[in-house]
């Protein structure tokens, strides 16, 4: 009996530790134990609102967050993006990101798109050099369409801050970030969980997916960036693919990259490179790490990547 009385216990304490394990893989617990900064909401710019509100994160927590709404960001010039003729000059138009590398979009770069793509179908300008752009509204809405038509054929794509008058983004994120032992994939083709969007900016502007470049080129179009890397559309207002330096960042006294904003699960987001203009060399798959100063964090990927960060290591709102 004393036998089958010590079988028994064993179970039991063998069915507590499979219990305890399954609870941890169901809660997607953090396993690292470490500095975790708060979301700070004085860091977000004049012109944003900033309120706290009930939330329930992707890991089932009820906590709080912090709703952010923004329009135009108010730290940096918007624009511009095309030029307005084959001779004008970098400062005329903004820069185009291809194959990791950024491209500026001045008139001579227009002029030989086609020789640049070889494919002699490129010609975006008349025979006195003036390019052809988007110049209305109603050109914004059907340029900007994934299944632009035949119409906008070697048009550049210019969306102004006038077509989005009155236009506010909200926005959600943890005041507190929770750090999981698995990370998160963004929403996009082939998958509908996650957001897509990467993060926020400190003007509110969001850091957005990749742009669709291949389907801009196939339409025969081009829809600069300008040179925050940024650009227009009357549904996200305007938003970035790349971060280039303009918009507003918070030095380190330490020697690291510049904090540039937050990421969707509350985690800080800092630009590619320190400044020593190494970048670290410890980054996981998100491109995020730890130090005991910042906790874990995020750093951008270079500027022509068409990219911020590829995934959440933390819960963000469900």
């Known amino acids: ?84 003729n084959i001779y004008d000059g970098a400062e005329a138009g903004g820069i185009w990101l291809d194959n990791g590398k950024v491209i500026e979009v001045d008139g001579e770069f227009v002029k030989n798109l086609a020789s640049f793509y070889n494919d002699n179908t490129w010609k975006m300008y008349d025979s006195d050099g003036n390019i052809y752009k988007t110049t209305t509204l109603d050109d914004c809405i059907n340029a900007a369409n994934p299944n632009v038509g035949a119409a906008y054929k070697n048009f550049c794509v210019e969306c102004v801050p006038e077509h989005i008058t009155g236009l506010t983004r909200t926005w959600l994120i943890p005041t507190k970030p929770v750090k999981l032992n698995a990370s998160a994939s963004f929403s996009g083709p082939g998958s509908s969980f996650g957001p897509s969007v990467r993060g926020i900016a400190f003007n509110g502007t969001e850091f957005s997916a990749s742009a669709p470049v291949n389907n801009i080129l196939g339409a025969y179009t ?39 904003g937050y990421a969707m699960d509350g985690h800080r987001i800092y630009a590619q490179l320190n400044e020593d203009g190494t970048e670290p060399t410890d980054l996981d798959g998100c491109r995020g790490h730890y130090d005991e100063i910042r906790g874990y964090h995020y750093h951008v990927d270079a500027p022509g990547a068409n990219n911020f960060i590829n995934c959440l290591y933390g819960a963000y709102i469900y």
């Not at 709703?67 to 730290?75: E, K, L, M, R």
């Not at 081009?222 to 549904?235: E, K, Q, R, S, T």
């Not at 970035?240 to 904090?259: C, F, K, L, N, P």
């Open 222 to 260: 081009l829809a600069p960036f300008d040179d925050a890397g940024g650009h227009i559309n009357v549904h996200q207002g305007y938003h970035y693919h790349a971060a280039t330096g303009v918009s507003t960042t918070i030095a380190q006294e330490d020697g690291h990259a510049g904090m540039i």
């Open 1 to 84: 009996m004393k036998k089958l009385g010590d079988i028994t216990n064993l179970l039991v304490i063998v069915a507590l530790i499979a219990s305890s394990y399954s609870c941890k893989e169901d809660l997607n617990l953090d396993t690292e134990v470490g500095t975790v900064l708060e979301v700070d909401p004085d860091l977000f710019l004049k012109g944003t609102i900033v309120s706290i509100v009930p939330c329930t994160l992707s890991n089932g927590t009820s906590t709080t967050c912090y709703q952010i709404v923004a329009g135009i960001p108010t730290d940096h010039q918007l624009g511009p993006w095309c030029p307005d």
